[in-house]
């Protein structure tokens, strides 16, 4: 990923025509105080000029925080690996990279079509493991993910840990629990 790009982006439409702002966007290297994911964009609009910081715009921002968890196959529990996922509650089911599945025996036992934010559907093998963090444990549906997918706790973990988002924080704590 180049450390300076240059995009341009509809900023209004009217009378069949778009109206295009361009933006240098910098992503900032942890240097200056400022986070490594943090960026910077610089209208061309002169006396326009704006600068903004946070985490630049993509899939993985979606996710609130990032977590370690350890995976383990279910044959054989000593058969596990530490792994970073991070937490996204729009995400079905956690995503492992397909490198780690199957370094620690774990099989596919199908495949499904998962759909993108942006629509794009996917085939992907599924399979089930043994997920713990910070001393809570589930079994869960996993997808195998590819080199281009990102690896992510979904809902269906997060319910089998019995924890919920606190956004605020950016943490996980216990979910209140409902029996109906």
Not at 76 to 88: M, P, T
Not at 91 to 120: C, D, K, M, Q, W
Not at 142 to 149: L, P, Q, R
């Amino acid at each position: 990923m180049p450390n300076s790009v240059r995009v341009r982006r509809i900023v209004g439409l009217g009378a069949g025509r778009a109206t295009w702002s361009t933006f240098n966007v910098t992503l900032a290297d942890g240097r200056n105080g400022i986070e490594p994911y943090s960026f910077e964009i610089r209208s061309d609009r002169g006396a326009r000029k704006k600068i903004y910081y946070g985490r630049p715009p993509s899939v993985v921002s979606m996710g609130l925080s990032r977590i370690r968890v350890v995976v383990d196959s279910l044959e054989d529990e000593r058969r596990s690996q530490e792994i970073e996922l991070v937490v996204d509650t729009d995400a079905t089911y956690p995503v492992v990279p397909a490198s780690v599945a199957e370094h620690l025996g774990i099989r596919p036992s199908e495949e499904l079509t998962f759909t993108l934010a942006n629509g794009t559907r996917l085939p992907r093998k599924v399979g089930w493991v043994g997920l713990a963090d910070d001393g809570r444990k589930t079994h869960t549906r996993i997808v195998f993910g590819e080199a281009e997918d990102v690896p992510l706790l979904g809902a269906f973990a997060l319910e089998g840990l019995g924890v919920e988002v606190d956004p605020v924080a950016r943490t996980l704590g216990p979910a209140t629990q409902y029996l109906l």
